[in-house]
Structures are given as C-alpha cells and as structure tokens.
C-alpha cells in the first residue's frame, strides 16, 4: 500500500494539538486537521462510506459553486471499487485515504480536475486500474496528474526508488504543479495517521518531509499544509521540545487576560473611526512557530504566541490600514516589510508591521485583501486551474503558466545534468533548504532568479547553461566585479565572456558556486578535463602565464569583456593584422604578453591548429621552446589596430581605478579585460588589455595612464618565465 495509516485512537506524536482557549483564536485558519477527522474518522457507520463524498462535495461547492460534480462523483466510485477489500495499517477501509487527501485540497480551494485525480490518486499504483482506463474516462489531464503522484517500484528501482520517484515527480510538476498540491495533500494525511509505524520509520519519514516535502510546500505557498507538517515532523524528531513548547501554549492559554486580545480590539478601535472596513483576528502562531520565537527571544510574553491579522477588501486598504496603525499607535519600524509592493517568490503578499503597547508588549500585525489571505493559505492551489484558457489567452491554446517559478525552472535543469540517484538526492536537499530567493536584472531587462546567497559564478549559469565555462568576469550594478561576488536581490548583472573558444572554468569556481546547476556543470567538465581547471591556460601555457585572458581571471581578480544588448558576446574586434607561413591557419595573439606592431613576433601551434603569436621577448617563449615546440614564422601586416596589455602599478587611493579607466576612454581605447591585484604596503597592480585602433596610439596612452594621480609606472605586460 501506499499510504501509511494508523488507528487515531494509537497514543504518540501523531498530530500536535492546541489547546480549546487557543483553538478558538484560530478563524482565519483553515483547520485541516479537524474536518478530516470529523468527516471521516467519525463515528459515522463504515457501511455508508459514500456518505464521505458529501463533504467533499460541501467543501468543493465553497469554493466553486458552479463546479460540475459529476467528475467527482464517477471518480468516487472508481476508487472505491477498487480498493474495496484494501485496508490501512490501522484496519480502516483503504477509501478513507484517497477521500481525506481530497478533502484537504477541497477545504484549500482545488479545482475539479485536482480532485477527481486526488481520489484517484492510488487506483493505478495499487489496483489493477491502468492510466489508459483513467484517460478513457476521465480525460488527459487527469491521466497526467495520477501518473505524476504514482510512486516507482522498489522491485524495478530498488534503493533508488524513492529519489527517483521524486525525480518524476518534480518533471511531472514542472508541467503541472497539480500533481505537487496532490502530494503534499497525501502526505499530510499520512503523516497525520504515522502513529501504528514503528519509531523508526517514523523518523525516516518525518526525515523526508522535513527536507523535501515542507520545502516544497514553502516554495509553493502553501503555507496551511506547510505549519500543520512543520508541526507533524517537530512531534516526531523533537519530542521534548515538542513537549515543553505544548506546556508554554497551554499556559498562556490558561491566563487571565490576553493582551493580544487587548491590542486587537484596540485596532478595531482605530479602523472604525478611521472607517476602513477590516476585519481583525487573532492568529495563534503554531508549534514550531512559538519554538523558534522562544529560542530567538527567551522567555515568551503573552503577544508573542500570536499575530494579528487584518483582511480588507482592496490593495489600497491595506497601505490605508498601515497608516492609521503607525499614526494612532507606537510602529516598530524595524519590523516593517511590504510584501505587496515586492511579492515573495511563492506568491505571498502582505503588509507585516508590528505595534508596541505602553507596558513594552509588541503584537506584529498582518495587512491583506481577502484573497491575498487565500493565496497566502493555498497558494499554487488557490490559483484554481491555471491551464484553463481565459479570454486573453492566445487564440492557439498556448499555455501561460504562472505556476512555474524560477527555482522549480532551475530545479528542472540541473536534475538533467544529475543521473545518478544519490547525487540528485543529496542535492536535491541541498537545494531545497536554500528557502530564499532573490531576483538580479540583466541588462537587456531580463531577470535571473537565484538563491539568497548565490554569485555571478551561478548566475553565469543560470544564463548560459555549460557555455558560462567561458565567463571571464562581471559588472555589478556597473562596477567590474569578480565571478566570485555575491549578489543582492535587485542587483543588475552583465556577464562577461571570454573570447577564447578553449576557455574553462577554474577549480576556483567550485567554491563560489552556490547552486547545484553550476556546480554539477563545473564538476562534471573538471572530471572529463582532469589536466584543466587551473593548471594551464588555453595556449598550453601555465595558467601563471596565461594573464587576464584565462579562464580563472574572473575568480581571483576583474576581467571583463563587453556584452550585446540580449547578454551575448559581441563579436571580437579585429586586432592587428599578422601573417602566417602556414596558409590558412587561424591566429591569436597571446594574452601573456599582447604583441603590437612593430614588435618583434614569433608563433607557435596550439590546440586545434591555431597559432599564438607572441613578443619575442615573451618568457612563454623560451618556455615553449626548452618543452620543444617549433616556431612558426609569423609578421605583421598591413593593419595596425592593435591589442595590448598594460600593467599600471599604484599607491592605494579611493577612485583611482575610476580615474585610470576615464583616461584610457579618453584616449580612444577600448577596455577588453582588466584585473586588480589585493593591495599590498599601500601599493596596488592594475592590469588591462586595451583594444586600440592604432598601434602608434601606444605611447601617448601609457603617457595618459602615468599622469593619473597616484599612478608611479605603466609598462607592457611581461610575465616571468615559468619555473620547469
């Protein structure tokens, strides 16, 4: 079977609940857990199960007065057909199973189509039922979802088949996220009857949904599934804690007054003389919730068990509310967040604010509109069905999905990238206990959406996928930045791409890398590559040679290359003509040492044919000739734009490095890359690859570069010969 169940009479951690005097306070919140009992659980004669479907037929109509039931109706009966004779651990009919998981999504606000799947949910992996009798009767959608939820068996998948079942799973919600409420619907009926298994397992699933399902359901913004599991897992795993959290909820229970009571009147007050129509509740924070603010705050007073909650009828009542509220009562500032304006990336909107009382009681305050309040409860699930075509919708039938957010996209990617089941599980974990998300600009106006934390290593490939290998740096918001520079939320970001098609990512990388796309994608070319990485530069050279045109250049200092307007490299500009006594090879001038015209040159073959040219001076060539490689004759031609790279040393000073790049703009120069060295005794190495569109400019640029302030010398880039 696939549900777990128990008897509810079975003493234990089964489902932590509140005290009467607190669960009265509870109006706005939708009580799962008690209509799902009553409904099904009761004392109700087990003969007359298809009396259970008229709950669900209330809680539906609620919702949607107009829905058609005869889907429900039909599916009802299917189920119960087929799993008549099954029973749950707990000796109850295996029908009050898929009927409480539907319940659940019908007291949330599911459309039909998610419930007539939600009763279906175990026919195909548990009775003989098969997905093509469930699209012949009740259509492809509803086929999708129960496939979605359909667990892989253990006999075909062994050990890998719990992590690839949520990888199906997860590929399955990417187009539909239905089948992700149906899951969490099915785990918390489960998790509510887990009592009859051993202690054990018990952990092991608590274990589960703590690190997968409760994330998920955070992320999806189901926020009234998410506190009742939160509080399921707390019982299971902590049940000291548990235990001593229950005794601080039942004392404050048991007091005299309530000066949360106290406040929420007093805001009553004030809303009515300000006549803004609200209402205000009191909402009664749940377990986990009063643990971590007693562990945050220590000893608890009695307006810290609860917040309060006012629902107005428009966008602009709320800001209307706010200002009464910080006008005719004590504000706390610092606990002022506005999530209307700026949504959380799980759909969430409210006001959250807080208000101080004379005797230092500080009561935090929720402000929404009535259908915020239902999408913060439901989230995704509150949406209805978002694949249903509207009047704007295209006249083909294209899906908008406006389910489909940027971590489950990213989620998507990088599971591609990870076959091996114990790899996409671990970080599939990973992953999911990043809870917060951020949102970078590119400069064509596009959006990134990361992780709280990531840096421009992750955001290069969140954009480019595995072509970021060849990201040499960033500006942020502007400024030349390192790859490794973390990022804020409304951070603009450009990518700066190397122009050598050999570039690689560094070891380095690994470090900054913040999300598993870019950290498979980086592993997984370090492991096929095990001579790159950071040992060599693209030319063969040592990586110690290579200067600002390798690929670790953008971790350890600033390189930078221009971008297109849609985040592309721009074409590489033409440097100065050379020929070459081999015809028709490609060239390159090296990045180590920029020959100009009229420098004296010398080549050598590369990877793939091409051929670097060097300064003859250059210390990579001595090296590359004591290893034996040949020379290549090489001379310059008739052109003379030119690429050079200049090294400028410094004393320290604020604004230098924005003084040195407006004196090579002024001087018609275009800067290619650029890399600043940790200062060291007061002293600071720029180094920049220019692009000049005559080498005879040279000079009279190296002049301009000197006579910046705090500037000591510029010379042309040479590096030392490398040590064999």
Not at 70 to 98: C, D, F, N
Not at 608 to 621: D, E, K, N, P, Y
Not at 702 to 707: L, P
């Amino acid at each position: 079977m696939s549900a777990e169940a128990t008897n509810p009479a079975t003493p234990g951690p089964v489902a932590p609940t509140a005290p009467a005097a607190v669960r009265k306070k509870s109006r706005a919140r939708i009580d799962l857990r008690r209509l799902g009992r009553a409904a099904l659980l009761g004392p109700a004669a087990r003969g007359k199960l298809p009396d259970a479907i008229s709950h669900v037929v209330e809680a539906h109509r609620a919702h949607h007065p107009d829905a058609d039931l005869e889907p429900l109706h039909r599916a009802y009966v299917l189920a119960e057909s087929s799993h008549r004779g099954q029973m749950r651990k707990s000796g109850e009919p295996y029908i009050t199973h898929p009927l409480a998981v539907t319940l659940i999504l019908a007291e949330l606000g599911a459309e039909t189509t998610t419930l007539t799947a939600s009763l279906l949910h175990d026919t195909v992996e548990d009775t003989d039922v098969t997905l093509d009798q469930v699209r012949e009767q009740f259509g492809e959608e509803v086929r999708y979802l129960v496939d979605g939820v359909t667990k892989l068996e253990k006999v075909d998948y062994g050990a890998a088949a719990e992590p690839e079942t949520f990888r199906k799973m997860l590929v399955a919600t990417g187009s539909d996220v239905r089948v992700m409420s149906i899951k969490l619907a099915d785990r918390l009926h489960n998790m509510r009857t887990l009592g009859v298994m051993r202690p054990e397992k018990q952990a092991r699933i608590a274990k589960v949904t703590r690190d997968v399902l409760i994330p998920l359901a955070e992320r999806l913004g189901v926020q009234a599934l998410k506190t009742e599991l939160e509080d399921l897992v707390f019982a299971i795993l902590h049940p000291e804690e548990y235990k001593h959290t229950r005794e601080l909820i039942a004392r404050n229970a048991a007091r005299a007054d309530d000066p949360l009571a106290e406040i929420a009147e007093e805001v009553r007050g004030v809303l009515r003389e300000a006549d803004i129509q609200a209402e205000v509740l009191i909402r009664p924070r749940h377990f986990v919730s009063v643990h971590r603010v007693s562990r945050k705050r220590g000893e608890l007073r009695g307006a810290d068990f609860g917040r309060l909650l006012v629902l107005v009828g428009e966008d602009a009542d709320c800001y209307g509310v706010l200002g009464e509220l910080h006008t005719c009562m004590t504000p706390v500032v610092s606990e002022f967040k506005d999530f209307i304006a700026v949504p959380k990336f799980n759909l969430y909107q409210s006001l959250h604010t807080a208000v101080a009382r004379a005797d230092g009681q500080v009561a935090e305050v929720l402000i929404r509109t009535h259908q915020m309040h239902k999408v913060a409860e439901a989230g995704v699930i509150a949406l209805g069905n978002p694949y249903a075509p509207g009047s704007d919708d295209p006249a083909d039938g294209e899906r908008a999905d406006p389910t489909r957010p940027g971590w489950l996209s990213r989620l998507l990617d990088w599971q591609q990238a990870a076959p091996d089941p114990d790899t996409f599980w671990s970080t599939l974990r990973e992953d999911l206990a990043q809870d917060r998300e951020i949102t970078v600009f590119r400069p064509d106006g596009g959006t990134l959406g990361l992780p709280e934390g990531a840096s421009c290593v992750d955001a290069a490939y969140a954009q480019y996928g595995e072509d970021a290998h060849a990201c040499i740096g960033a500006r942020v918001n502007g400024r030349l930045a390192t790859l490794s520079t973390v990022l804020r939320d409304g951070d603009t970001v450009q990518l700066l791409m190397g122009q050598d098609p050999a570039s690689e990512p560094s070891r380095e990388w690994l470090e900054h890398a913040h999300t598993p796309a870019a950290r498979i994608a980086i592993q997984r070319w370090l492991a096929t590559h095990p001579g790159g990485g950071g040992e060599t530069g693209a030319d063969g050279t040592p990586r110690s040679t290579a200067g600002a045109e390798s690929g670790a250049a953008g971790a350890s200092g600033a390189a930078v290359r221009s971008a297109g307007p849609e985040g592309a490299p721009i074409a590489r500009p033409r440097g100065a003509d050379v020929q070459v006594d081999r015809p028709g090879a490609a060239v390159r001038l090296a990045g180590c040492c920029t020959p100009v015209p009229p420098d004296e040159i010398t080549g050598f073959a590369v990877r793939g044919g091409v051929i670097t040219v060097h300064r003859a001076q250059c210390a990579a060539v001595a090296h590359m000739k004591s290893r034996g490689r040949a020379e290549i004759g090489v001379r310059w031609g008739d052109t003379t734009e030119c690429r050079v790279t200049l090294v400028a040393e410094s004393f320290g000073r604020p604004h230098l490095l924005a003084d040195l790049t407006e004196a090579i703009a002024l001087e018609g120069a275009e800067i290619v890359s650029a890399t600043v060295e940790p200062p060291s005794q007061q002293r600071v190495r720029h180094t920049y690859t220019l692009q000049l569109p005559d080498a005879t400019h040279l000079p009279a640029l190296m002049r301009a570069m000197r006579d910046v302030p705090g500037v000591y010398d510029v010379s042309r880039a040479q590096h030392q010969a490398p040590t064999s």
